[in-house]
Structures are given as structure tokens and as C-alpha cells.
């Protein structure tokens, strides 16, 4: 990297007035993150209209999906914290050797899904539907298999997307993922119902539209870190693996993917839980699961904008940026989950609505969303102060206290509810686990500040 490319950085990251620099960095991943939640929604309006057994069918695939994501999205987590913090210290060469050292890593990631498409797809469905909804294990089936046997495009999405946020550059981020996000919009109606001439999909079709948005995302991805991120060179001419980048890229990214694989676990539970109600249930409990995406992504949006401000900072050594950040991350955070909040108690029926519910589905649906409404209210603190710890290297806060809210607490709660009050107890299940989540949560978060954020000089303002 040249002395005036280094400059530029520099300027941006650590000279730019905090909360410009949040907005700068943050404003356009959040703008794509909701496009991205419009997308999951508007692909499960799609299915919907086919029937509510296609709706079941592609929310049951949901903790493999989430786990395919989780592997992408946490080693990503891992690529940017050392990356951005190697900026901060000006160690140009190791930036450049995470960079590639992160894309060797992705592609073993693709190699994995792409034998667990081919292999547990089936066994995975069938582990969930009963003898008598084998139509619906079809369709998952086909759905499930389409998307990880063909990962590649989300796995280069996600490596050349974290390169640019890295970097500073999230408009160009932003512009790769509304691309992808985009032409998946436009594809799913065409191939899900055969539009234009194409064939009628169904199911397959989604599936197929979802393959190809991720792969026009990776190829923009690409070719904008090509010519315009001047601060990474991937030349992998004579490149080996590098043990212990690896190890430091993982030493944050694994207990990011384990956070988030232990999502697919939870998810997996709960759909085996609500399947012994009804086929309704676990196709509403799907439905939450779109609906809170366009509340939970924005936030996830601010926090992939704010984590390497943080960790540059903490590169940097500037304690006064570092508290500025985290707290302007934690208005905006509460601002998204306020806001979902007063939406699940106030037009539930509405969202519910929008994909084409039943009776049944609305008469479970509406005090479903209400109840697991209120956690809304302190999730957002949670959610902030995991970004917190992952940018700190400190991951494994993270990874404790999701343990213990999906899997320590949310899961028995909900067995136990269920057998105690029925349907409409298993709800109450997200609440509890959430209050549990903010105890943890301030736990470790003041461990953070005492160890490592306030013996910290305060730097420039």
C-alpha cells in the first residue's frame, strides 16, 4: 500500500468525527441489510402463494440455511476484526495475507456445503415432518439441496463484501448486496410461477432465484474490490496457508459461527416442539422469523458498519472514539427495536397478512407475534454488545451468552411451556430467554470496559 493510499485511510477511520464516520460506514450496510429483509419476506410471499405446505417446506429449512450463513457471516466477523485492526496498526502486510488467507478459508467453507447438500439434506427433513406431510419433505428437499449445493456464489459474497468493510468502503458493499438482493426480487415470481416463458419451478424456483442473486452479488463484490480497494492486493502467487492467521482469524470467527449455528439448533428444536401443535405453528413460527428480519438486519447492518471503527480504534488506542462509537450504535439499535416492537403489538394481522395467512394461521399467528414482541425491547442492547466483544477479539462473551439464551434457557423453556400451557405459552419462551441474554450481556460488558476499554489513553476527539 502506497504512503498516500495509507493517508486516506488513516483520515477516514481514524481522523472523521465519530458519528459522521458511524453514519459513513453504517448508513449504507443498514440500507442493504433492509433491501436483504424485503427479499426474505418478499421470497416467502412468493412460496406462500403456492400453498401453506410450501411455506412449511421452505421454513423448515431455515437451521441449515441459518447454519450456511452462520459459517459465512462468523468467519467473516473473524476476516474483519484482524484486518481492520491491522490497518489501525499500520501492518499493511498482515492485512494482505488475512485478506487471502480469509478467501483459502471460504473455499474450503463451499467444499464443506457442497457435501452436506449432496448427503444430510433428507435425513435433515425427515427428522422434522411426520409420516403423514411427505409433500412437504419433498419440497424442502428440493428447496434445501438448490441452496447449499450451490453456496459458492453467497461464500464469494460474503469474503469480497468484508473486504470493502474492512476498508471503509460500504458503499460499494451496499451497491453488491442491493445487486443480489435485487435480482433475486425480480427472478422469484418469474421462476417460482414460470412468468415470460420460463418454467414453472415452484419451490426449486425460489430456491434457483436465490443461487443466482447471491452469484451476481459475488461478481460485483469482486470486481469492485478490484477497482477501487486499493488497500488489499490479493496476489495469491506463491501463497501458503498461513497457520497462525488462520488461527486468529477463527480465534474470533468460530465462536461467531458456533453463536450462530447454535441458532440453527434452537430453530431445529422449536420446529420439532410446534410440529407436535400443528404444521400452522411451525410455518407461523417461520413467518416471525421473516417479519423480525426486516427489524433485526438494519441493526446487524449498523453493527458489520461499526465493527471495524471499533477495532480500529482499539488498534489505534483510542479509548474516547471507541465509547463514542458503541454508544451512538446503541441509540440507532434501540430506535429498530422499538419500532418492531410497537409493529408486532399494534398490526400483527397485517403482517400476517402479507403472507397469505389462514384462519388458522392468523387465529395462532397474531397472539404469537405480540408475545414475542416484547423481547424487542431489550434486544437491542444485547445484539450491540456482541459487536462489542467480537471487535475486541473477545468473541467468546458473545458465544456464552448465546448459549445460555437458546439453548440454556429458550429451548427447555419453550418443552416446558408447551406441556404446561399449550401453544400459546411456548411464546413466552423468547421473553425469558431474552432478559436472561441482557444479565449475561452487562456482565461481560462491564469485564470489557474495566479490562480492556478504560485503561485505554482517550485519544483524539
Known sequence: MSNEQAQVKENKMGVMPVTKLVFNMSLPMMVSMLVQALYNIVDSIFVAKLSEDALTAVSLAFPLQTLLIAVGAGTGVGVNALLSKSLGEKNYKRANDTAKNGAFIYVLSFLLFLVLGLTVVKPFYAGQVKSDNMHIMEMGVEYLSIVMACSFGLFAQFFFERLLTST????????????????????????????????????????????????????????LNIKFNHEIKLNFKGFRPDKKIIGTIYAVGIPSIIMQSIGSIMTYCMNRILIEFSSTATAVFGVYFKLQSFFFMPVFGLNNGVTPIIAFSYGARNKHRMLKTIKISMIVACGFMLAGFAAFELIPEVLLGLFKASDELLRIGVPALRIIGVHYLVAWFCIVAGTVFQSLGKATFSLIVSIMRQLVVLVPAAFILAKLGGLEAVWWSFPIAEVMSFIVSTTCLVHIYKNIIEPLPDGDK
Not at 174 to 186: H, K, V
Not at 188 to 216: K, M, N, S, Y
Open 168 to 223: 471503509g468502503k460500504t458503499m460499494f458493499s451496499m451497491t453488491s448486496q442491493l445487486c443480489g438482493a435485487i435480482t433475486n426480487i425480480i427472478l422469484d415470481p418469474i421462476l417460482i410461477f414460470g412468468l415470460f416463458g420460463a418454467p414453472r419451478l415452484e419451490v426449486a424456483g425460489a430456491a434457483i432465484a436465490t443461487v443466482i442473486g447471491q452469484c451476481v452479488a459475488g461478481i460485483i463484490a469482486f470486481v
